[in-house]
């Protein structure tokens, strides 16, 4: 079984500032791992994804994501936040092979103050 | 290239009446999922098929939802009869599971459903 943790449910930050969204994840076998992004009345997009080659990921819009195994972590940073960022975040697990499924986390929703 | 497709965008109805979500998949994908968002309880997973054929069904919330996956270009999710509870955006969403590899998922726009 598989299950990721979004600590919170709202983060704020400052134009320019660091974003720094936190994800946990669980998982029986070694694990996929996604970031996905929901703006306002949309679906969501995919930002980047982990599958085992390097573990620093670098997704779109300047996101990236660093999977640590013995922290069981897979963090997403943006050095500079924009105001184009604010959006709902999703982490999301998954097996490997066929038939597997994404478990996602809560989401947070990220704001930028100007 | 299209994305997935999904119709209609919005619908509201009354409780009782059947509602039916459509769904077409990106063009080559072999598995569709069906998920609901709601503020209380996130996104849920309802059910996803693989080559048409339901695979796990298991977040289907009663028997009041049904799916079905006629063909690889189609889907529909139906809910009969609906309840102010079913309120919620419903997502589709699909991809191509080649045998050990990730599965990416492209989602569709969503359909919000509001019951009265």
């Known amino acids: 079984a598989q299950s990721v943790t979004q600590l919170g449910s709202h983060v704020s930050v400052s134009e320019g500032a660091l974003v720094l969204l936190r994800c946990n994840y669980s998982s029986s076998v070694p694990p996929y791992l996604f970031w996905y992004v929901q703006y306002p009345n949309q679906g969501l997009q995919l930002l980047l994804k982990?599958?085992?080659?390097?573990?620093l990921v670098k997704g779109i819009n300047g996101f990236e994501a660093e999977f640590k195994k013995s922290e069981t972590s897979f963090h997403l940073t943006k050095p500079s936040a924009h105001m184009s960022d604010a959006a709902e975040y999703f982490c999301?697990?998954?097996?490997?092979?066929?038939?597997?499924?994404?478990?996602f986390g809560k989401g947070i929703t990220l704001s930028v103050r100007p | 290239d299209a994305g997935v497709i999904q119709s209609p965008r919005h619908e509201v109805t009354e409780m009782g009446q059947e509602v039916t979500l459509r769904c077409k998949p990106i063009?080559?994908?072999?598995?569709l999922f069906w998920y609901r968002q709601t503020m209380m309880r996130g996104l849920e997973l309802l059910i996803y098929?693989?080559?048409?054929?339901?695979?796990?069904d298991s977040g289907m919330p009663e028997d009041r939802f049904s799916a079905k996956m006629p063909n690889a270009s189609f889907s529909t999710l139906k809910i009969q009869p609906s309840e102010p509870r079913d309120s919620a955006v419903y997502f589709c969403?699909?991809?191509?599971?080649?045998?050990?590899?990730?599965?990416?998922?492209?989602f569709g726009p969503g359909t919000r459903l509001t019951v009265l």
């Open positions: 982990y599958t085992s080659a390097a573990t």
């Open positions: 098929f693989n080559n048409n054929v339901p695979i796990d």
């Open positions: 999301a697990v998954s097996g490997r092979g066929a038939n597997s499924k994404l478990t």
């Open positions: 063009s080559g994908h072999n598995s």
């Open positions: 969403a699909s991809s191509f599971e080649p045998l050990g590899d990730y599965n990416e998922q492209f």
